[in-house]
């Protein structure tokens, strides 16, 4: 209430002075302008002229002499209030200043804002915005005591506290009393604090087996001498610390000063890695994790090892930043090559053997509207169930797939005629024994049922997807191949190891198939030898090509929508296809035309957007050169670098081509 009250003194002062000061002027105008009104009258033009000229000299001069009374009385009532301050508590120890919130009006400063402002003679006159301009009191009026926003004044920065007073006066005029406080030193050493804080980094060479495959030892010790040399080059310039911890792996700390040029810089040793090249023609790569805003340099370093994981968990040549909220990619524009090993493969069939084994129930879950890949490794899984004699059920919805012919055909066959089940179904039927195992997805907004996700502890994942940010965890077996064709060979080669050829039934090694061809487009993209060998293993098992091929068949009226679509499209970049749809369709027909788009010479890339509600559909494919993996992702999409897709939700067609071709245009320049 001091500064209220200051603020009351000095308005009446202000009101006392100026009833005594300024003499009532007003009525000898008024005479004057009658004396030039009646001698107009009386035809006396240049006496009318002269006292005219007269009163408006006098009228000048009379202003004149009140603004330099005002600034008098102004300057009086600013020594009254500081006097008023002194004989109160004495002077603040803090620049303070006294305002009117509705116009931001200087009512009254202490010595030390007007030393620091320069504005002690002209502060009456002054509006706050400039003594301090861009600076703002809305916070005020919200309530907060402290603004948001620092002020820099002859390069020192203040923070802002302040409160309101509201004025009983007849107005009810609201006050704001703000107080700086310099912490200029307190902001140096945070700011120093911040930039020395350690980045723990993690430089993995991917491909180090196949680089030193069949090289002699002096192959190998020249082949490393390259690779170290690259390596130290690259960090010399941010002043850390490397050491090798592995012969492929790297310890590197530096740092956060050091962080924004990497970022900047795109993390140059990606490329430069390339240009180490093995005796058979095979580039090096490297992954790097870095580890940010870590508690202590061992979370950092868990940081890391999770950024090294989720580097590699989607095809590695590329740097990931883990802070402790989020995933920050960069690179990862190579097409992946094949790094697979089947030890792995033979140690996740065995681990999830046993764990079926010990199970009560088990339930298989792919994606939402579930394509034949996804039933199809479902289905897969289900032969493993039944060779340890366990109960299980796929999670499915029976109306909106895109897989309801290899459906009818599976519930035809007794062993599965009750397998399928809804997600509300699955729920009833769960306890603390069941398991879920996650077929062809790793992010859990895009599974089938997510609060099932959410109601059983133990969780299996078997995906081919580049791994997305928001991944399922935690799982107690991952297999995770982005290197993969489909979610459908993962599941193959577990079968391999797991059973005989007679465990397998003709209709599971038919909807293996299906998954594989429709994920490779029978063989066309994506395919690697391993992928061969399993449809050679499933071929042998029972199933039939020419079964499969009808599987993926489309009536005439589908054919005919498909290439609507198609016939829609448009060019952009000279080899990016894209067709933007006003009216539904199916994800089927919207994945076939994406497929058949880059049957077009000169297409590396096709992009098929479509409306169902509020929300907007992708379906993205590539032939490799394009990663459409990348350029989805910023839109909450994922998939690989040939095959991707996207939900938006609460656009429109327009709005997401928009951001679609945005994304697309961010890929080419980066």
């Known amino acids: 209430m001091a500064y209220y009250a200051v603020y009351k003194e000095a308005e009446m002062v202000r009101t006392k002075l100026n009833r005594l000061l300024r003499p009532g002027m007003g009525m000898y105008f008024v005479v004057m302008a009658l004396f030039c009104a009646a001698a107009l009258l009386a035809g006396e033009y240049w006496l009318t002229a002269v006292e005219s000229v007269v009163t408006l000299l006098v009228f000048l001069i009379y202003m004149l002499s009140r603004k330099r009374r005002d600034r008098k009385i102004q300057e009086y009532i600013q020594s009254a209030s500081n006097t008023l301050e002194a004989l109160g508590k004495g002077e603040s120890p803090f620049p303070a200043v006294l305002v009117r919130l509705g116009d931001g009006g200087i009512i009254w400063t202490n010595s030390r804002f007007s030393d620091l402002t320069g504005i002690a003679d002209t502060m009456m006159e002054q509006q706050l ?51 700086l406080s ?15 804080r350690p980045v723990v980094s993690i430089i993995l060479i991917d491909n180090y087996e196949e680089l030193t495959k069949n090289l002699t030892e002096s192959g190998i010790s020249t082949l490393n001498a390259k690779l170290n040399d690259t390596i130290t080059k690259w960090t010399e310039g941010y002043h850390g610390l490397l050491r090798k911890l592995e012969r492929n792996r790297f310890l590197f700390i530096f740092e956060k000063r050091d962080l924004a040029h990497a970022t900047e810089d795109k993390f140059s040793l990606l490329e430069s890695i390339h240009e180490i090249v093995s005796p058979t023609g095979l580039s090096a790569s490297i992954s790097i994790g870095l580890g940010v805003d870590g508690a202590n340099f061992d979370e950092s370093y868990n940081f890391a090892a999770l950024g090294i994981e989720m580097a590699l968990s989607r095809g590695g040549d590329q740097a990931v930043i883990k802070d402790r909220f989020n995933f920050t990619f960069y690179g990862g524009r190579s097409q992946e090559a094949d790094y697979r090993s089947k030890v792995r493969s033979r140690v996740t069939s065995n681990s999830m053997m046993e764990l079926i084994g010990q199970s009560g129930h088990v339930f298989i879950m792919g994606h939402k509207n579930a394509d034949l890949d996804a039933v199809g490794a479902a289905m897969g899984i289900g032969c493993l169930c039944r060779k340890k004699g366990k109960r299980c059920n796929i999670v499915i919805d029976l109306e909106n797939n895109a897989s309801k012919k290899l459906i009818e055909e599976i519930r035809a066959v007794p062993e599965y005629k009750d397998i399928f089940i809804s997600g509300q179904d699955a729920m009833l039927m769960c306890d603390n024994r069941s398991i879920l195992i996650v077929v062809d997805t790793n992010r859990p907004d895009q599974v089938e049922y997510k609060p099932l996700l959410e109601a059983i502890s133990k969780i299996c994942v078997v995906d081919h997807h580049r791994r997305a940010a928001d991944y399922i965890n935690p799982v107690v077996v991952n297999l995770h191949e982005p290197y993969a064709s489909s979610a459908s060979e993962l599941v193959t080669e577990l079968i391999l190891y797991a059973t005989e050829k007679n465990d397998v039934l003709p209709i599971e090694a038919k909807s293996l198939l299906a998954g594989i061809c429709l994920d490779t487009k029978f063989f066309n993209v994506r395919t690697g030898e391993r992928t061969f060998e399993a449809a050679a293993a499933l071929r042998r098992m029972g199933a039939d090509t020419t079964d499969v091929k009808m599987l993926l068949q489309n009536d005439f009226q589908d054919t005919m929508a498909r290439y609507q679509i198609i016939k829609s499209s448009r060019l952009y970049r000279q080899e990016i296809a894209i067709a933007a749809l006003n009216n539904a369709t199916t994800r089927v027909l919207a994945a076939q035309a994406a497929d058949e788009l880059l049957n077009i010479s000169g297409i590396n890339a096709s992009f098929v957007l479509y409306p169902d509600g509020d929300t907007v559909y992708v379906s993205a494919r590539s032939v490799g050169t394009v990663n459409v993996q990348m350029i989805l992702e910023p839109l909450g999409g994922g998939g690989n670098t040939a095959t991707a897709g996207a939900q938006m939700k609460n656009t429109t067609v327009k709005d997401a081509l928009d951001k679609l071709v945005a994304s697309i245009d961010k890929f080419y320049e980066e």
Not at 136 to 149: I, Q, Y
Not at 182 to 193: F, G, H, I, K, N
């Open 129 to 179: 915005e400039e003594v301090l301009p861009g600076f703002s009191t809305d916070w005020l009026a919200t309530g907060k005591t402290e603004s948001p926003h620092d002020v820099t004044l002859d390069g020192r920065r203040y923070r802002v506290y302040g409160t309101t007073i509201r004025a009983e006066d007849t107005r009810g005029t609201m006050l704001g009393v703000l107080y």
């Open 182 to 196: 310099d912490l200029t030193e307190l902001y140096q050493v945070r700011d120093e604090y911040i930039r020395s």
